[in-house]
């Protein structure tokens, strides 16, 4: 029997009904009053190809603005500055380091049910100028013209040679780790 074979589909995110967001974790004397800041990821594009038909050879790329990271968390506006300016000025230095980067070396799905599968990405993420390896887990749903998916990873701030931001004089720092969470709607493009 001839294998069924079908061109690479192309699907780029809708980033308006899509959510990107970082979570970090309190650390430090202040931590059973002050919070852990949920940031989104604002400005970002994203896509994915791959057969339809068997799913191989898939790749996925995510480009971030650094600058467009905003944090979510009632705050005063003094203290909402001040967590933007650490964040941009000394942690990310969005200045010398305007954008963050995916690419998948590696997907592989296992299929769950119907057009539901389980996703293992592998892939470099380029970011605050130092490119790591970085895995990635997630739930897809392929429609007809669009997919979902959904998931979240955890990474470490250090491992991008990246400061690990303190605010307040020191008595609010944030830990290394943060965990990435995403809900993505894509669309097949013709």
């Not at 690479?8 to 308006?16: A, H, L, S």
């Not at 969005?94 to 057009?115: G, H, L, Y």
């Not at 605050?128 to 390896?133: A, E, K, P, R």
Request: charged fraction near 25%.
């Amino acid at each position: 029997m001839v294998p069924i074979t079908a061109p690479m589909v192309c699907y780029v995110v809708n980033t308006r009904t899509s959510q990107f967001t970082v979570q970090a974790f309190a650390n430090g004397l202040a931590v059973a009053v002050a919070h852990s800041p949920k940031i989104a990821i604002r400005d970002w594009t994203g896509e994915a190809k791959f057969n339809p038909v068997t799913l191989n050879d898939a790749s996925i790329k995510v480009r971030i603005k650094a600058a467009s990271l905003e944090v979510l968390d009632e705050l005063r506006d003094a203290d909402r500055r001040e967590l933007h300016r650490v964040m941009n000025q000394e942690v990310l230095e969005t200045a010398k380091f305007p954008d963050m980067v995916f690419e998948s070396s590696e997907v592989k799905f296992e299929k769950q049910k119907d057009d539901l599968y389980k996703a293992n990405i592998r892939g470099s993420l380029t970011l605050h100028g130092q490119t790591n390896d970085q895995a990635v887990s997630a739930q897809i749903a392929i429609g007809v013209d669009s997919a979902r998916a959904y998931g979240d990873f955890t990474m470490l701030q250090t491992d991008y040679g990246i400061r690990i931001a303190s605010i307040a004089g020191g008595t609010l720092r944030l830990r290394d780790e943060l965990k990435i969470s995403f809900y993505v709607v894509a669309r097949k493009q013709v």
